[in-house]
């Protein structure tokens, strides 16, 4: 993302644990551009960020807040941090936690969504470009490990571009994982 097109955040005033948001548009930080945030997803549901009509995601996020145990162990994950297939949505999920999904859209953006394969357990998954086109962002959707108690045993590893500019990499530690790269031929 180019130097004109990075958001500034002024003060989102996002509540989690137990109180409903409603979706709605966050910022414009540029003429062109929207962020748009979901409601809050109920206890390990999906939040989806849908964008305006007429436009494509170019990239997004979450915020959240995950399932602790009493002594403070880990007992959740972000299993999902991605755009959807049609290019006009961003998802967030964790597994057992509230989340909340934010959409950076663009107008007309000519962009495609690429899935890659799921990845063996522990593996890589790349999802690659088509011809003509470059990486513009990315994300991921998997399943993590968990101990019988819940207790996570796995982690996000990679969430990346390639360093050649054509495709988009995630990895877990264990469990299996797609991703999905954003591709524009602008």
């Known amino acids: 993302m180019n130097t004109k097109n990075r958001l500034i955040w002024t003060a989102a005033g996002l509540v989690l644990g137990g109180v409903a948001a409603s979706a709605a548009t966050v910022h414009a930080a540029a003429p062109d551009i929207t962020v748009v945030k ?9 939040a ?14 979450y915020q959240g807040n995950g399932a602790f145990a009493n002594g403070g162990t880990v007992y959740d994950m972000v299993e999902a941090n991605t755009p959807t297939s049609d290019g006009q949505r961003w998802g967030a999920k964790f597994h057992s936690g509230r ?15 690429v899935k890659s394969a799921t990845s063996a357990p522990g593996g890589e998954a790349v999802a690659k470009c088509p011809s003509g086109s470059k990486v ?26 390639t360093s050649d500019g054509q495709r988009w990499g995630a990895k877990f530690h264990s469990g299996r994982v797609v991703a999905y790269a954003i591709c524009s031929t602008a």
């Open 38 to 46: 979901s409601a809050i997803s109920a206890p390990g549901g999906e």
């Open 48 to 61: 989806v960020a849908k964008c305006p009509s007429g436009s494509k995601v170019i990239g997004g996020g």
């Open 99 to 113: 989340v909340v999904a934010y959409a950076i859209c663009k107008p007309g953006a000519p962009i495609t969504v």
């Open 136 to 161: 513009i962002g990315g994300g991921y959707q998997g399943n993590g490990a968990f101990a019988n108690g819940g207790t996570a045993y796995d982690m996000v590893e990679a969430n990346t571009p």
